[in-house]
């Protein structure tokens, strides 16, 4: 028995536990194959999918047709191709008062900045900094504050508890 002269369920069965390329490539096998693959929804729904970039834990269950999650797939689909329609114009600039390098990254309501190793000619130490973002929202003022670490230290890691317990935990490597 040819793979072919199979029922077209077992097909798409069989084709729903391939990646996208491998559907695409079974698609370009033969014309049979190639219809099937069109003609089902299911298979549809895989393939795009897996190209948008998305997972789907709940594929194999029953409890929203292929179509609602087709129409879901396509509205968000669309979202991304039209991020740039809703962004809207910045409510806060907040320029930096350092060459900062290091990584800035969002906790709560605060912007960090860590300077990870300071000033190449040994000007300035190594420094976590942060801006209050609903403070400055509020006032339109904003200033960064600064942790200056021990000299020749370099941070490793951060950790963060700023909602509950305004704690800032960093872990140092110092250089001696």
Not at 26 to 39: D, F, P, T, W, Y
Not at 60 to 78: F, G, K, Y
């Amino acid at each position: 028995m040819s793979f072919l002269s199979l029922e077209t369920e077992l097909i798409e069965k069989i084709a729903s536990y391939l990646h996208a390329q491998d559907i695409a490539a079974l698609r370009s096998s033969c014309k049979r194959i190639h219809q099937i693959v069109e003609g089902s929804l299911f298979l549809q729904y895989l393939y795009r999918t897996e190209l948008a970039g998305v997972y789907d834990p709940l594929w194999d269950l029953t409890s929203r047709s292929i179509v609602d999650r087709l129409v879901t797939l396509e509205q968000w689909e669309a979202s991304w191709r039209d991020l740039g329609k809703y962004l809207v114009t910045p409510r806060l600039v907040i320029p930096s008062e350092r060459d900062l390098f290091g990584p800035f990254f969002l906790c709560d309501d605060y912007l960090f900045a860590i300077d990870w190793q300071g000033h190449p000619n040994g000007l300035r130490r190594p420094a976590l900094l942060y801006v209050d973002l609903r403070d400055a929202l509020h006032t339109g003022q904003h200033s960064w504050k600064q942790i200056d670490y021990p000299p020749g230290s370099i941070a490793i890691t951060q950790a963060f508890s700023i909602e509950e317990d305004d704690l800032v935990v960093s872990v140092l490597r110092c250089e001696r």
